[in-house]
């Protein structure tokens, strides 16, 4: 069954005439590469001022008009974007946790394509999946979608420090990062987060979770099924029980935000009953308060 | 209810709910989630178990099985027939027993008897509780003999029961718990007469369980004439003041002011210092008394058998003694003066003595109290017969076994009187000794000890059947070729003579006929040893029947003592100097000897501690250094080395030792000037004060002039010359009585100027002619060469008037050959200091010499002023004369035991530290002694003096305790430095080894394994009879410690089987018949009631 519905390309058109119209220049695919400085394009030439850096001054006008002048760039707009996509069999438990992992992929994606920035998608679980290569323009947006819509649960639970490692050896170049993904990961997505970090590329974090795991169902005696490794737990949940797991998902929760958080990293968090328009227009607004 | 057994009701509460519960598997609903991450932390946090699957359908047969199980424990009587928890074979307890309360109020002293069926070893621990409350924890190993008892001491904690319960390491009760009403605190009347309020009093009103009444010695007479009215007295102390009778009660005298008939005040101490003499002794257990000053003290001579428990250098503190059979303490230091009162070991000090005078007299007595034979080596219990109550072992538990083993107890009791009853005097000890072999047996003895009053003693028959050696003592290693003393006691039925036989590896060394009498025999017979390293003395004794008793001991002998015989000169070739005569007759007496020049003697403590005696005969004072001396003073001191020195024209006063640190270790004074009919002497030092003489050697030659000055008598005359280029007179020629006069001005000595002898000398003559003395001498002291003069006429001329010359020659720059011509032509003597602070004794010994004093060379017989050990067997009567002796003081503290004709010292020992030194005056040579040498008794009297005055044995660092239990042996080792200056801290990580000896036999080797600081245990299980000897040593390594060794007795006596085998009496019957109704009585109060089996074994 297609994730995407017949009008899944209305909504992301008018996705991206919301998105410009409410974030101008602020998207997050639209920022500029504050580190990519040797990646610009001449703009033009200013006076000089004290206090500029004299490297920018432009010796050849000086020799020709014994004026200081200063080379004013423009950073390259053709902004590379990794979207990494969990397909774990945790972001299948339900129907509709799935499909909002793929819409706001395509969404994020649609973004970019449409700002001429040039995409790639990388899936992973326990280790990386065949990803869709960087690509361009709004065209491409289909064969995305096909590709979005072939990406099956993969089983095996999920090592997103590994992923990360093996993302950072295929990629071509720098760009912007974005971790689409549940983080059910054992040891947790701070060692994955410090991997990603390390090369100082722009990052967020779009933490899907479903309405059901904040939870469980009812109360008694269960046996629980863990959807990526078959293991299974016969509890017996009782009020007390209930509370204290309230509390462990709470703690996860908080903590996966503070640690995107305490890393420069920007976080989004939304349950996917949230329509996936929403949590893309909410990725851009959360991140852009920042720098 | 009460009849379901406690497993019963333990299934059912607990076993079938679970059993129905999950009797069958149930069906979960399942539910997938995202991650199980989540849970397990949940979980975690909750801390739940985990359901998990396993739970299986229980085996329909199990449940049948549990069921019936169920329905059989339901039916049972938890006292019945099915073995419950108590009825395996648990060890139990078999008696618990406390002591009479009679003098001894508030300690509960008591012992835990257990058995143990099996032949592991259990470890278990009797718990003690008083009304509940836990007092002490007993640890037990138990074996499977009959020997697991200890004994316990504790506070008496007040009226009410005490419980004790036997636990095992998970503290699970092994056996019902046995139980003793305790008497009440008696309390003690004290009647102190002191003048005021003092310390003392303070410290006896702290003493629990005593009351005290003070009154002052004005009102004492009178109260001891009404003292029969009044109420009686318990302890009677007197401080200070000492009545003209003393009382028949327990009485401590503390600092007493007045001499009585059992002692004398012959001096006092200035803040002595406190040395145990008896580690052992109780009055200072757990008292810490050293190192603190004590005030003036009397110096108390006692006389009669006394034992010392502490003393100080000069005299003792602690005093014991029997009075008419009541003990009598004496604490010399006063407490209202000096530190004592303040430390917080005095009221411990006096509560200690308090107990020691209320205690029952025939606890064992200390050493050097002279016991009498009986209470020589009687047990701890055989005068008390103990208050007991009977547990009665496991097994006796449930109706029907119960009753079956009563009548069958009764029935054994019954009969074990028929086969072995006990004499009355012995029937509580029976209770002590056989309580394992049945309770009920024990029961029936202390039935009857209990009904048997003091009118009918009289009905005992008082036979006994079999003739029993109960003991052997020996000191616990012996040397080589030394006497020593064996005990044996024996128990003996009836007046007989027997045939004595000690054997000795086999080979009989003592054979004679004894008579004995009945009851227990003391034999005691001095043997000497042999020089084999395990020597087995085999005791046996046949009365001629087939009632032949034997026993054996192993001794671990010892080498030869080794003697240092110190001498001025080295010994001849030929061996026939003056040392040779004595090394000899030592060597035929066993006692290996090394006769050495001072030159050669050793440079260090650990060459001293090669020898267990050093002999000094003949050595001048300044031929010692001072370090040597030192070291001397040390090996006596503190390392229990024996020193003698014999007298001679170099030893003593004449040999300059007054003032050097081995004066300070010898028994006799050497400063002695009062022998008043040598006539008036004149003596003029003539000191070179040249420039030479400047600094150290001027100050030496004042410190010369000053000892010389110190020997002479008051009415002898003095005077001192300087002399340089010219003569000045430092200090005319006047009586010594001014001496003071003469010292002071010799500071004036100035050195200064050129070196002219003759006119001084000359000066000296002139003055010494006009002298009013008998003898006139001049002592010459220089460290240069003279201006060239006739000193052979000057000498003449002085020697004509009756002048000597004597002359010191200091340092290698001195004209010696002038001066020892000076010497010879004076008819003096010359000498040369070569060791510059040797000169004051020189002065001295040269000075005497001159006089000629110190020294009496008129023939004198031997008195012996006090009998001794060290005389046993000489006939000192026949001892001929001696031609000559040295004239020393006595010292007070010291015991003069042989005088000369004239009073004077000739032999007296003191000790000093840990050592005895003893000074003989006269000599053992070839010159004053010389009609000794002849003499039969001249070396067995010079080997009982070595002897005696010798240390025992070299400290060991290893102290061994062997014990034999069932088919083990148990070796304690406790391993602790014996030498100074580490002497008392202990030895750890040591690997040691104990080695099983048994002539004829390889030795059996095993380790020992460390357990606490310095304690290392090993057990080992062996087939070799008793005797054995065991040896440790320490596995070659990094840390070495020199072997040690003990010996075991056969067969093995425990304290509680030295008493006398029981004998028939009438008084068995009535024991039998009152256990048959204390049993009775417990049966029927135990019935209803809990299942404390104890009894109370007094109504």
């Known amino acids: 069954m297609s994730a995407f519905g017949s009008d899944f390309l209305q909504k992301l058109e008018y996705l991206a005439l919301v998105a410009r119209r409410v974030y101008p220049r602020r998207l997050p695919i639209e920022r500029r590469q504050a580190t990519q400085r040797g990646r610009v394009e001449f703009a033009d030439h200013r006076c000089y001022t004290p206090g500029d850096d004299d490297r920018y001054l432009d010796w050849n006008v000086y020799a020709r008009t014994d004026d200081l002048a200063v080379k004013l760039f423009e950073p390259e707009h053709d902004l590379h974007v990794y979207l990494l996509l969990d397909v774990s069999a945790s972001m299948a438990t339900t129907p509709a946790k799935r499909q909002a992992a793929l819409q706001v992929t395509a969404g994020l994606a649609y973004l970019a394509l449409s700002h001429l920035d040039r995409v790639a998608v990388y899936p992973f679980a326990r280790q990386p999946g065949p990803a869709f290569p960087l690509t361009r323009g709004k065209g491409r947006i289909l064969s995305l979608l096909n590709y979005l819509n072939s990406l099956e649960p993969v089983a095996g639970g999920t090592d997103l420090a590994r992923c990360a490692r093996a993302l950072l050896q295929r990629r071509p170049r720098r760009g912007l990062l974005v971790l689409i993904s549940d983080l059910y990961d054992p040891d947790g997505p701070d060692p994955a987060l410090d991997i990603l970090r390390h090369q100082r590329d722009a990052m967020h974090v779009v933490h899907l979770t479903d309405p059901t ?17 078959a293991e299974t737990r016969r509890v017996a949940v009782d009020a007390h029980l209930h509370s204290i797991y309230t509390q462990v998902y709470e703690s996860f929760l908080s903590d996966a935000r503070q640690a995107c958080l305490q890393r420069g990293i920007g976080y989004t968090h939304r349950t996917t009953d949230v329509p996936f328009t929403e949590i893309v227009l909410n990725t851009l607004r959360e991140s852009g308060g920042r720098p | 209810m009460t009849l379901l057994h406690p497993l019963a009701l333990l299934w059912a509460l607990l076993v079938l709910p679970i059993l129905v519960a999950h009797g069958r598997r149930r069906r979960y609903p399942t539910q997938t989630v995202a991650t199980l991450m989540f849970w397990d932390r949940a979980l975690q946090a909750a801390q739940k178990r985990r359901w998990r699957e396993g739970w299986r359908t229980p085996n329909p047969l199990w449940v049948t099985l549990s069921l019936l199980a169920l329905l059989v424990l339901a039916m049972t009587d938890p006292r019945g027939t099915i073995p419950g928890p108590y009825d395996r074979p648990h060890p139990a307890i078999a008696a618990l027993a406390l002591r009479p309360q009679v003098r001894y109020p508030h300690i509960l002293e008591g012992f835990v008897r257990l058995t143990c069926p099996t032949e592991d070893p259990h470890d278990v621990e009797v718990q003690l509780r008083h009304n509940g409350q836990l007092l002490q924890v007993i640890p037990f190993t138990l074996d499977a003999t009959d020997h697991n008892q200890q004994i316990f001491e504790l506070p008496h904690p ?13 503290n699970v009760p092994l056996c019902p718990a046995a139980r003793l009403e305790l008497p009440a605190i008696s309390t003690r009347d004290v009647l102190l007469v002191s003048q005021e309020d003092t310390p003392l009093e303070q410290a006896l009103i702290a003493v629990p369980g005593t009351r005290v009444q003070r009154i002052d010695p004005d009102d004492y007479a009178a109260w001891s004439e009404q003292a029969g009215t009044d109420r009686p007295k318990d302890v009677l102390v007197f401080h200070g003041y000492v009545p003209s009778a003393l009382p028949e009660k327990p009485t401590l005298f503390v600092a007493p002011q007045h001499d009585s008939d059992r002692w004398r005040i012959v001096g006092q101490m200035d803040e002595p210092i406190l040395m145990p003499a008896d580690d052992d002794a109780p009055p200072l257990n757990s008292v810490w008394l050293k190192d603190i000053a004590l005030g003036p003290t009397p110096i108390i001579a006692a006389s009669g058998q006394v034992a010392v428990l502490a003393r100080a250098i000069r005299g003792p503190l602690l005093l014991r003694w029997d009075a008419g059979g009541q003990p009598v303490i004496l604490l010399a230091p006063d407490p209202a003066k000096g530190e004592l ?105 202390l039935a009857a000890a209990d009904v048997r009053g003091p009118a009918l003693p009289g009905l005992a028959t008082g036979r006994s059947e079999t003739l029993k050696i109960t003991r052997i003592d020996a000191p616990p290693r012996i040397r080589a070729d030394a006497p020593f003393e064996l005990s044996i006691a024996l128990h003996n039925p009836r007046p007989q003579a027997v045939e004595l036989t000690i054997q000795r590896n086999g080979r009989a060394v003592l054979q004679e006929t004894v008579d004995i009498e009945p009851g227990i025999n003391h034999l005691a017979r001095t043997l000497r040893a042999s020089a084999q390293t395990w020597q087995r003395y085999t005791v046996q004794i046949d009365p001629g029947s087939s009632d032949r008793a034997s026993a054996s001991i192993m001794l671990p002998g010892e080498a030869r003592p080794r003697v240092l015989l110190v001498s001025h000169v080295p010994p001849t070739r030929d061996g026939r100097d003056g040392t040779s005569y004595l090394a000899d007759a030592l060597r035929t007496q066993a006692i290996e000897v090394e006769p050495r020049p001072l030159s050669q003697v050793p440079y260090s403590l650990d060459g001293w501690r090669h020898y267990d005696l050093v002999i000094i005969d003949d050595v001048p004072a300044e031929a010692w250094t001072d370090e040597t001396m030192s070291q001397l003073r040390t090996y006596v001191h503190a390392e229990g080395g024996g020193l003698i020195m014999l007298g001679g024209p170099r030893s003593f006063g004449p040999g300059g030792y007054h003032n050097t640190i081995l004066a300070d270790l010898l028994p006799v004074r050497c400063r002695f000037t009062a022998n008043a009919d040598r006539p008036h002497m004149a003596i003029v030092y003539v000191i070179d004060a040249s420039g030479s003489m400047a600094g150290i050697k001027r100050a030496l030659a004042y410190e010369a002039c000053r000892a010389g000055l110190a020997t002479l008598t008051p009415n002898d005359q003095a005077g001192i010359l300087a002399f340089a280029a010219t003569f000045t007179w430092v200090s005319p020629i006047e009586p010594v009585r001014n001496s003071g006069a003469n010292s002071s001005s010799l500071t004036v000595l100035a050195a200064g100027g050129g070196t002219d002898l003759a006119p001084a000398l000359r000066e000296a003559g002139r003055a010494l002619r006009v002298a009013d003395a008998g003898r006139r001498h001049i002592v010459v002291l220089t ?43 004076g008819q003096g003597r010359a000498y040369i200091a070569g060791d510059l602070s040797r000169i004051p004794q020189l002065f001295a010994r040269e000075t005497l010499a001159a006089a000629r004093t110190g020294i009496d060379q008129r023939p004198t017989r031997i008195g012996v002023r006090s009998p001794d050990p060290m005389f046993e067997g000489i006939a000192l009567g026949a001892a001929p004369p001696l031609l000559g002796h040295v004239l020393t003081g006595e010292r007070p503290s010291a015991r003069t035991l042989l005088v000369t004709e004239a009073g004077r010292p000739l032999l007296a020992t003191w000790r000093y530290g840990l050592g005895q030194c003893l000074a003989f005056t006269s000599d053992a040579r070839n010159r004053w002694a010389v009609q000794w040498l002849a003499w039969p008794g001249f070396g067995p009297f010079w080997a009982q003096v070595v ?75 062996t087939t070799l009879g008793e005797p054995f000897g065991v040896r440790v040593r320490s596995v070659e390594g990094k840390r070495t410690i020199e072997p040690a060794s003990v010996g075991v007795q056969s067969p093995a006596m425990p304290r509680n089987r030295q008493n006398a085998p029981p004998s028939r009496s009438l008084w068995g019957l009535l024991s039998a018949v009152a256990a048959c109704l204390l049993v009775v009585e417990a049966v029927l109060r135990q019935r209803p009631g809990p299942r404390t089996d104890a009894v109370r074994a007094t109504p």
């Open chain 1, 213 to 229: 795991e904040t939870a469980p169902l009812r109360q008694g005696l269960l046996e629980l099924v863990d959807a990526e490794t």
């Open chain 2, 158 to 170: 007040g009226p009410g029961h005490l419980d004790a319960a036997l636990v095992n390491n998970d």
């Open chain 2, 341 to 445: 009162a303040h430390r917080a070991a005095f009221p411990i000090l006096i509560q200690n003595i308090l107990n020691e005078l209320l205690l029952p007299m025939a606890r064992p007595r200390h050493e050097g109290m002279a016991a009498d034979a009986d209470g020589a080596h009687r047990n701890d219990n055989s005068a008390l017969p103990p208050v007991i109550a009977i547990t009665p072992s496991a097994g006796l538990s449930g109706p029907l076994p119960r009753r079956i083993l009563l009548i069958t107890a009764v029935l054994l009791g019954l009969v074990t009187w028929v086969l072995e009853p006990g004499q009355p005097g012995q029937q509580a000890q029976r209770l002590v000794t056989d309580g394992t072999r049945l309770a009920l047996v024990g029961l029936a003895a």
């Open chain 2, 783 to 825: 460290d240069g060469h003279t201006r060239p003069s006739d000193f052979y006429g000057l000498t003449r001329g002085l020697s004509a008037a009756g002048i000597t010359i004597s002359t010191v020659a200091i340092g290698d720059q001195a004209d010696r050959s002038l001066l020892e011509h000076l010497a010879d032509w």
């Open chain 2, 947 to 1021: 002897r005696e005055t010798m240390r025992p044995f070299p400290p060991s660092p290893l102290e061994i305790k062997a014990e034999v239990i069932a088919h083990s042996v148990r070796v304690a080792v406790e391993a602790r430095h014996s030498q100074a200056p580490h002497a008392g801290r202990y030895f750890n990580h040591l690997s040691l080894i104990a080695e099983i000896h048994q002539p004829g036999c390889e030795p059996q080797r095993f380790p020992l394994t460390q357990h606490a600081p310095g304690l290392y245990r090993g057990q080992y299980r």
